[in-house]
């Protein structure tokens, strides 16, 4: 299995300030065939299943605030909320679906300062 | 809009069964641009893929649980099922069900809210 680690576990952050996690996979998930990264962004609330924010590394899934961004190659990946809003207040997980199974990392919490 | 919504027994007793539905709206789970999951996720903890159907009713499941999960389709009803035998309170979890877009990328699109299962005596 393809392990995905986080850092850090947790971000306290000003709101309109930038928030920065990062994930890193313990093997490459970049598909030389395509050029293409298998790794997706997800935002959890409280509560709540998660929710789709980015797919292939850098795609912001439809109606997803362009303050998401994410970014990265190989092994190593930023997601970056550009400046924090109270709604994004959440925990965020990396997935990589280069290889079955599919597999998470143990999630960021991201809270307000 | 594709909707999904897990259902099943909140309790299950160690050694039993665990047996939940996704009943799948809005859209066929015979389309072949979707796959169809389930994930589980214990209490204050990280998200584990427990398996997935094909729309040929093929299947994957993740090595960990493979020997005790069963993933299968009901076509008439548009929904997926997910069998998880001998228990025990590591199974735990909010179990959710989610849809896997097979032709644009492969990341979970769309998830059920998810339901408790607890394994208790």
């Known amino acids: 299995d393809i392990v995905m680690t986080q850092s850090p576990d947790s971000l306290t952050v000003s709101l309109g300030e930038r928030a920065t996690i990062n994930c890193k996979s313990n093997?490459?998930?970049?598909?030389?065939?395509?050029?293409?990264?298998?790794l997706a962004w997800y935002q959890q609330n409280p509560g709540q299943p998660p929710k789709l924010l980015i797919y292939?590394?850098?795609t912001r899934e439809s109606g997803v605030p362009d303050r998401f961004s994410g970014s990265g190659s190989g092994t190593d990946f930023t997601l970056t909320i550009s400046s924090l809003q109270a709604e994004d207040v959440a925990v965020y997980y990396c997935?990589?679906?280069?290889?079955?199974?599919?597999?998470f990392g143990q999630g960021t919490k991201v809270e307000i300062k | 809009q594709v909707q999904l919504q897990e259902s099943g027994p909140g309790l299950v007793k160690p050694s039993q069964t665990l047996s939940l539905t996704c009943t799948v709206s809005?859209?066929?789970?015979?389309?072949?641009?979707?796959?169809w999951s389930w994930i589980r996720q214990p209490a204050g903890k990280g998200l584990e893929w427990i398996g997935r159907?094909?729309?040929?009713?093929?299947?994957n499941y993740n090595p960990s649980l493979k020997s005790r999960v069963t993933i299968s389709g009901d076509t008439s009803k548009n929904q997926f099922s997910l069998k998880l035998s001998s228990v025990t309170a590591a199974d735990t979890a909010v179990y959710y069900c989610?849809?896997?877009?097979?032709?644009?990328?492969?990341?979970?699109?769309?998830w059920g809210q998810g339901t408790m299962v607890t394994a208790s005596s």
């Open positions: 989610a849809r896997e877009m097979a032709t644009i990328s492969y990341a979970f699109d769309i």
């Open positions: 809005g859209g066929s789970i015979s389309s072949g641009t979707y796959y």
């Open positions: 159907m094909y729309t040929n009713g093929n299947t």
């Open positions: 093997q490459s998930v970049l598909y030389s065939s395509n050029n293409k990264n298998y």
């Open positions: 292939w590394a850098s």
């Open positions: 997935q990589q679906y280069y290889s079955t199974p599919p597999t």
